[in-house]
């Protein structure tokens, strides 16, 4: 869970990593992401570069054809990630962040399926719950030092094995998250810009509670979008 020994392992895991998140390279980055008005759009159709990042790959995440639904990754709930020596939010005092999603029928109770960190308090996390395998709610999270919030409405649930849209939307002072443009739940938090950190996808940046799934794409807003520029799963 959400506990001092976790956030101890995910600095531990930041610290010793041996991705180079202050390189020169990464920073012109980020600081360039901080800068723009378009979307920053991840693609995931292959493991080698993903949005003009090479990630660090845990496992072997398996691409997915369009007859399965692809072009897209899947990861196995056990050992598949990502890891990008970046933080796509850094600078950002608005956000939305948006990922096509699958979750596999009968995946684990609870899994992180984006997680972005700043090694020094900051957070945000996207995560499912399920407690029957065939559908689950969405969870979103964002920490800053000892400011918090979760949301996490467990009457909306959704069916597993299908494709879908979540996002979580931050204007500056409340944060809001919505699965295929419908809002869940919302609630104030004190979430300032961050800085340079990492992002993982399928599974948390310390290795714990992976994702069984596939995910298409993932898109970050320098804006916090409305509802109505939200997308939405068709399937």
């Not at 069916?159 to 939307?169: D, H, M, Q, R």
């Not at 931050?170 to 340079?196: A, H, I, K, Q």
């Not at 290795?207 to 069984?212: D, I, L, M, S």
Request: glycine share 10%; charged share 20%.
């Amino acid at each position: 869970m959400r506990s001092s020994t976790a956030r101890t392992a995910t600095a531990v895991f930041l610290a010793m990593t041996t991705l180079a998140a202050a390189s020169d390279t990464v920073r012109a980055a980020e600081k360039g992401a901080a800068n723009a008005s378009a979307p920053i759009v991840w693609t995931l159709d292959n493991v080698t570069s993903v949005g003009g990042q090479k990630p660090f790959v845990l496992g072997a995440p398996k691409l997915l054809d369009k007859a399965a639904g692809g072009p897209a990754l899947q990861f196995n709930g056990q050992s598949d990630g990502l890891i990008f020596p970046l933080n796509p939010l850094a600078g950002w005092t608005n956000f939305t962040i948006e990922v096509l999603l699958r979750p596999a029928v009968d995946g684990p109770r609870a899994q992180r399926f984006l997680h972005i960190d700043d090694g020094h308090g900051s957070r945000a996390l996207l995560e499912t719950r399920t407690s029957d395998g065939k559908s689950w709610v969405l969870d979103a999270f964002l920490r800053c030092g000892k400011d918090h919030r979760t949301l996490r409405n467990r009457a909306k649930r959704h069916p597993a094995g299908k494709w879908a849209w979540v996002a979580l939307v931050y204007d500056g002072n409340r944060m809001t998250d919505y699965v295929n443009g419908t809002r869940e739940l919302s609630g104030r938090v004190v979430f300032p810009p961050m800085p340079t950190g990492y992002t993982s996808l399928g599974v948390r940046l310390n290795r714990v509670y992976w994702f069984n799934g596939s995910i298409k794409e993932v898109r970050f807003h320098p804006q916090a979008l409305a509802p109505g520029a939200l997308q939405r799963a068709t399937e």
